[in-house]
């Protein structure tokens, strides 16, 4: 199983939001490509990147500090937020991006997943952000009537390399990883899923490790890194074991 430390930038800053909310958001530094380097120290070989000022822009806004985490970190970087174009996606491919994750998009035009899936197979990982079990979109702000498991399932065929299962009324609050709806979805659908939200220590690692086998492919934390509460290194070391 992969654990993803996260990185979220705004301003150009690291930060961590509170269920999503931008008016939450806490400052751990302003120097995104050093905290790549010190998960790369930890051993990390997975990086979890958010453009939080793009996902509601529609639009990179942290583009000089996501080409500074690439260039500064030796591993593969998953890269989300305002990613909603062909050239969108072709242009951070370009720039070292190991693999896109789309969410406002993959709802409101699936085609558009269904395209760059097919283009760039293995690189692309669709969103699927949940508030009270239906999807959220545009950097949370709206909600649609589209459940979490129907909107999975639209991709079902596309070759997406994974859906990133967010629960948002636990992101940033060290509530604990939603276990059962974590694993639930995956067991509904034959495409890995990744877990996020609300990872507190390392239990949760290990919880989520004994699901490895059913389709839980990797799980992505932050606070809880940034807050001392998760050691990264003892959380690779528990999932290197699944």
């Keep these: 199983m992969i654990v993803f430390p996260a990185i979220d930038l705004k301003n ?15 400052v751990y530094g302003d120097d995104p490509a050093a905290q790549a380097k010190v998960f790369a120290r930890a051993g990390a070989n997975h990086l979890h990147v958010v453009d939080l000022d ?94 979490i498991v129907d909107m999975a399932r639209r991709f079902e065929d596309a070759g997406v390399a994974s859906l990133l299962f967010t629960d948002i009324g636990r992101d940033g609050l060290l509530k604990g990883v939603n276990i059962d709806a974590t694993v639930s979805l995956a067991r509904q659908v034959e495409i890995p899923v990744i877990a996020s939200g609300g990872v507190k220590n390392l239990a949760d ?25 998760l050691d990264l290194a003892a959380a690779l070391r528990v999932a290197e074991h699944a």
Excluded: C
Aim: no cysteine; hydrophobic share 45%; proline share 2%.
């Design 205 to 229: 690692i290990d919880t989520l490790m004994q699901f490895a086998g059913e389709g839980i492919e990797g799980v992505i934390t932050g606070r809880a890194l940034y807050d001392g509460r």
């Design 12 to 26: 150009g800053e690291v930060v961590r939001l509170a269920e999503g909310d931008m008016d939450r958001a806490t």
């Design 54 to 147: 793009g996902s509601f822009a529609g639009s990179a806004q942290n583009r000089e500090a996501v080409e500074g985490i690439v260039a500064a970190f030796p591993g593969k970087v998953q890269l989300g937020g305002g990613i909603r174009t062909p050239a969108d996606v072709e242009g951070w491919l370009a720039a070292g991006v190991e693999r896109i994750v789309i969410g406002t998009a993959a709802l409101k035009d699936p085609q558009f997943v269904r395209a760059m899936a097919r283009d760039h197979a293995g690189r692309i990982v669709v969103a699927v952000d949940a508030r009270d079990g239906m999807v959220a979109t545009d950097g949370w702000a709206e909600v649609s009537d589209v459940s």
